[in-house]
C-alpha cells in the first residue's frame, strides 16, 4: 500500500519572538504584564499613584481606571492637576467605580479585552492568587499591562510579574530655595520579581525630574538592602497633591 506524502507547507508556523521585560528598573511596569503596587504603610496611597504615574510606560492610548468605592471613600480622587505635574503623557481616561470586589475584578478583565485600552490601572481593596491569574492570562493574551494599586495589607501569594512596596521620601534639596521643597522622591522595594527572582527585596530611591518629568534612580542608593514594612514616619514629604478627598 503506497501512501501520498502529507503536503507540509503552511502547516507549521514559526510565532515571532516575545520581547521580554527588561530586567533593569522598572522591570516592564506599565508596559508588560501585571504589576502589583501597594503601600508599604497607612497613609501612602498617594504616594503610591505618583510612583506608579511616573514609572509606567507611556503608551499611545487611552487609560482605563478602575476604583473600587471603598477606596475611594479612604484615599479620595485623582486630581488631573496633580496628574500633568507628573507625566508629559495626558492620556484620555475612562474612570469606573464599581462597588464590590467582585465588580471590579471583572471590570478589569474586561477593560483587558476591550482592546481599547492601552493601559488598565485598579484600585481594589485586594486579590487572591486565582483572580490575579486570571488578569495576568488576560494581559498577556491581549498585550495589555495592567497595574493593580492595593493598600498596605496587601500579602500572600500573587501570579503578578512583580509586588512593588512604594512608601514617599524626603524632596530632593531646592537649589534655588532651601526651605522650598524640592523634586518628589520615593522608596520603592522590589518586594517579588517572576523575571528578576535575584532582584527580589532590593530597594530603589527614585526621583523625579522636573524639567523631562521622568523617573530616575538616585545615584548611589539604587541597591540597599530591603528593611522590613517600614511604620508610620513623619515629617516625610510625597504628592499628597495628587489626590483629593472625596
Known sequence: MEHAPLPLKDVFHLSPPRDRPSLAFPLGLGDAGLHEICEASHGDFAAMTGFALAARAHRKGP??????????????????????????????????????LSETLWATEEA??????????????????????????AAGRHGVPVLLLMPYSRDGATAASARWRISPRPSSPNRYDPKAPGALRWKA??????????????????????????????????????????????????????????
Not at 484615599?75 to 464590590?100: D, F, M, V, W
Not at 483587558?112 to 492570562?137: K, Q
Not at 523625579?208 to 514629604?237: K, N
Open 63 to 100: 487609560i482605563v481606571w478602575i476604583r473600587q468605592a471603598g477606596l475611594k471613600q479612604s484615599h479620595g480622587l485623582l486630581l488631573q492637576a496633580g496628574y500633568r505635574e507628573i507625566s508629559t503623557n495626558i492620556s484620555p481616561c475612562l474612570t469606573i467605580t464599581p462597588r464590590k
Open 112 to 137: 483587558i479585552r476591550s482592546g481599547v485600552a492601552a493601559l488598565v490601572i485598579a484600585e481594589l481593596e485586594d486579590t487572591d492568587f486565582t483572580a490575579s491569574r486570571r488578569l495576568a492570562l
Open 189 to 246: 522595594v522590589l518586594e517579588r520579581s517572576r523575571q528578576a527572582p535575584h532582584m527580589a527585596g532590593q530597594s530603589f530611591d527614585l526621583e523625579l525630574d522636573d524639567e523631562t518629568l521622568s523617573l530616575r534612580v538616585v545615584s548611589g542608593l539604587a541597591a540597599d538592602p530591603v528593611a522590613t514594612r517600614p511604620a508610620w514616619a513623619q515629617d516625610r514629604i510625597g504628592p499628597s497633591h495628587l489626590r483629593q478627598s472625596a
